[in-house]
């Protein structure tokens, strides 16, 4: 039936093209939307000790930056993690990092906080930006000991950022799903490391 | 049943589990409304099981609306009950339930609009200000002393260090630093002594400093309270030189930091609450709507629940009724519950139980009445007499085949057929058709229609073709209030008793006529030819020819009557038969050769065209067709049918006589047929059913014993005798006709005595 087939054909190549019309769609959209991203990192090894340096893009709406104003926190994480290739199998891993920085508004002394949540460290600044500022890059974090590491395999380094201005609490961010929230995720950014 | 059982169970179990799991999710969801951080991990799941349960809801939900609309259309037995008890239960339950659900949400949005007053913020804000206000004299103290120990640095000479740790103490600094260009510290000193590290100045602190303006700010400090950090250029900005900072921080005592910090605590606190507000009351309402639609479905779903419980009771007792109505008593409905529906249930049973009972009671009875009724119809249906019972309006209950034979002619009435034909008509109806019957039925009606309930009579009724005699008896049969619930016609037919009382009458008469007038006879004779004899000769020839006249008148006339009498004691006598095997055939050739040339010889000039002709059936004369008879009887029998035959004939023109003998063979046994027939006058209709008797004759001359004689001859063979009418075809008399069936055999006569007597009953007439 040459006829059917002609139109089951036809059918078939229009669907085709709406997926790919919607799948490049949503993609550019992402694109715009894409507030983070991981613009370099690398690893050194100083004194035997791998420390982590890395370089973040990170764009902040109008709408976040009021609501820090008003007292929302915004929280930036990263999660750097190291696995060993394997040929035939899942790579292994070896250790990961995780960093919890906050930006929050102190309201009495008009700065700006950014801590550093593992080491309880923080900084206060006069503008949102300058303590952003300090958000974007990350200088000589200790990651892990050389000798940890066999000289003999092969170790990829994966990065990536996640980015969150709390307007909501989280019950409220689960009950009220569709509203606009800033939370951010970077892509993993991954590279190969050679101890 | 075990099954069904098992079902509910499951079916309740999960019931129970929905509920209280959808009842700890809501609940779940309104304490998360309030405490953020506890339930957020369990949110996923809250809202998983509230969809889950409204999407199962509204699925069940759906499934019953569409079996009661399917229902509804198929005007199912408690459908529209069914609707009618949702609808009901439904809107009892919800209608409650939005009227809440109104008020809950006005309540939710104004309670939560009226926490947030403008006051609150202005005097939270006010709070702060004041706070800054008190830091801001600290913090320009601070600076003044800052400045001081720049100028003492400056104009110093010493050692910086030890100018750094002499001066600190005095300024109430927790520490004090001097840094050079490029950040490096020249002299520090710190109320800490160990592992001390000094704060560094910010780039912005640098580049203020650089700039010739003084820097000081009250700083938080991790975990609560305030540090101050004042920084100030040692000496003047200079170019060639390396600019050097100093840089003081002090304490802000504890007391003064802990105020500070609920000042600002609290504004933050109010500052989240307020950005929370529309979320808040979104969230609530989420909430509120998520309980109210699962509280609408689960009431829709319980009204359904509900109104099927009742319904279903409802149901399998209308089920039952109709099964019952039907005749189906076997029905037995289960007993759901113990309220009220299932003592009516119960008395269904019960009453349904008693039905079967009194049904197969009934049947019982039925059965033995009809039992006794097969015996009774068995007994009347043998019975000789007719039984005839009657409805009180005279139609016709019941009839039995004896009543039927009598009150029908021999020859079969078309009227009368079955004894099933009669019952349930009127008397008149049943009677139609069948003269007999009709005139028993005007008797019985005469006498009914008088009142008479319970009389006897003798009946007479009489056809064209049959004459009987009934002996009658009625009877009411009981019934309520005087009024007699029927009637009972008991009939006997007793024409063949009365002929035989007439037989044995007849007999007797012949006999006595035989001895007592034969004997006189000899001598009138005798002394009537003596008279002759003395006188004749002394007498004139007058007187002689007058006395030759009487005497011989005596004489012949006692001749006549010798004969008459002799014809009389014939009749009269015992038979006694003399049976011999003999050709029937060759009897009858005789006899009309007898005759034949009695017609060439004295007849044969007054009726010269008298023609006789003789059929003989071949099959007569052969052995097994041989007749056991007594002959000199049957050739007197012939002799008496064709003289009678003869003297109807007299003096008619085209006289034909017709004899013929045919061999019949008959369920008892073969009979030989003797038929002879003429064309004369036939029978006349006056002496019909008389025509054997004696003494009945029609004619001038002739005893009237011929026929009888004929009759008597075939009676003592056994056989059985017929004579009727030749009728033309428009219904005029054509001539007679007498029929002798002789059994072939002597042994089977014993039947034919029966037959014989039968034979009176038909139509005859008299022609001896």
Redesign the interface.
Known sequence: MPGQGGIAATFRRRLVDGVCVWLALTASVHADEDRLSVRSAAIETVQGVLLLNAEFDIVLPEGARRAIRDGVELTLDVDLRLYRERSFWFDDSVASLAQRYEVSFHALTERYVVRNLNSDAQSTYATLEEAVEQLRSIHSLPVLDRSLLDPEERYEARLRAMLDVHTLPGSLRMVLFWTDDWEQHSDWYAWPLKP | MATQAVKRGVVAALVVIGIALWLTAAFL?AQ??Q???R??AL??WI?LINAAGLVTLIVLIAARILRLVRAWRARAIGSRLEARMVWTFGALAIVPIFVLFYFSVEFINRGIDSWFHVEVRQGLEDA?SL??AAFDVRMRESLERTQFIAREVEQSDRNLINVVSQLRPGVGASELTVFGGSGRILATSSERRDDFLPLRP?T?IVWQVRQGRPYV????I??GG?FIRAAVAIGAANASSEQRLLQAVYPVEGRLGEL?DT??TA??DY??KA??RE??K??FK??LTLVLMMATFAALYGAFWAARRLVQPIQSLVKGTRAVAQGDLDTRLPLTSHDELGMLVHSFNDMTKRLLRARSDAQQSQAAVEAERANLAVILARLSTGVISLQPDLSVRTVNQAAIAILSGDGGDPGLRGESDLIGKSLDAAAAGAPLFEQFVLVCRTHLEHGEAEWREQIALSSDTARRTLICACTALPGEAERPSGYVLVFDDITALLQAQRDAAWGEVARRLAHEIKNPLTPIRLSAERLRHKLLEGMNPNDAQILERATHTIVQQVEAMKEMVNAFSEYARTPKMDLSSFDLNQLVAEVTDLYRAQDRGAHAAQTAKRHLSVILDPQLGEAPGAIEADRGRLRQLLHNLLANACEALEGREEARLQVETRLTIRSGGSVAELIVEDNGPGFAPDVAGRLFDPYVTTKPKGTGLGLAIVKKIIEEHGGKIEAQNVTGNAGESNGARVRVELPLVAANRAAGTRASREAVLEPRRERA
């Open positions: 969801m998360s409304v405490n953020s951080a339930f957020s949110h996923v809202l702060l706070s800054r910010s912005e700010n009250l700083e938080p991790a975990g305030y500070a000042v600002e504004y933050q500052a989240e950005r929370l979320p808040l979104t969230s989420l909430t």
